[in-house]
């Protein structure tokens, strides 16, 4: 068993505010990937055996979505929009930087498992590219000095 007692707990209680099961697949793997960091076929099979939708149901949406990494990612994963937008106002240059600066490069995780860096091909800020969200935050708008910023925070509060 990966997922803990209390994220089944959380995902059977979802399941109570949806009358289809299948509406709380997204729930539930996003209850699987804040405990676990991760999705696996292992997980899909349990989110199944606890909602009763098929594995298959769960893994299709699980790879639809860049928000469930498939594999174990950093404390901060770095997910760089290089569509058109993005991609014309400075996206690969913004990962060329990143990995630059973090020492790896696009789909490795630094050694101290602090920041994975990755590229989605969408992230809905057209009007505010080069953007990137970090974990569940949008940052908009890019230079060089707002990254280094950016990553000068997170830094310091994975230490504390």
């Keep these: 068993m990966i997922l803990s007692e209390q994220s089944?707990?959380?995902?059977?209680e979802a399941l109570t505010r949806y009358p289809d099961h299948k509406s709380a697949v997204l729930p539930a793997l996003t209850i699987a990937y804040q405990q676990v960091?991760?999705?696996s076929d292992d997980i899909y099979r349990e989110i199944s055996e606890t909602i009763g939708v098929p594995t298959v149901e769960i893994?299709?949406?699980?790879?639809f979505y860049?928000?469930?990494p498939k594999h174990p990612v950093g404390k901060y994963l770095i997910q760089v929009c290089h569509n058109i937008s993005c991609a014309l106002l400075g996206a690969?240059?913004?990962v060329s930087y990143l990995?630059?600066?973090?020492?790896?490069s696009k789909g490795e995780t630094t050694a101290d498992h602090l920041f994975t860096i990755v590229t989605v091909?969408?992230?809905g800020s057209c009007a505010t590219a080069p953007m990137m969200q970090i974990n569940q935050d949008y940052y908009e708008n890019l230079t060089k000095e707002k990254v280094?910023?950016?990553?000068?925070q997170l830094r310091a509060e994975a230490v504390t």
């Design 8 to 12: 089944v707990a959380m995902i059977n």
């Design 37 to 39: 960091g991760h999705l």
């Design 59 to 63: 893994a299709e949406a699980a790879t």
């Design 66 to 68: 860049t928000m469930f």
């Design 92 to 94: 690969d240059s913004l």
């Design 99 to 104: 990995e630059e600066k973090l020492g790896v």
């Design 121 to 123: 091909e969408c992230l």
């Design 148 to 152: 280094d910023k950016i990553l000068e």
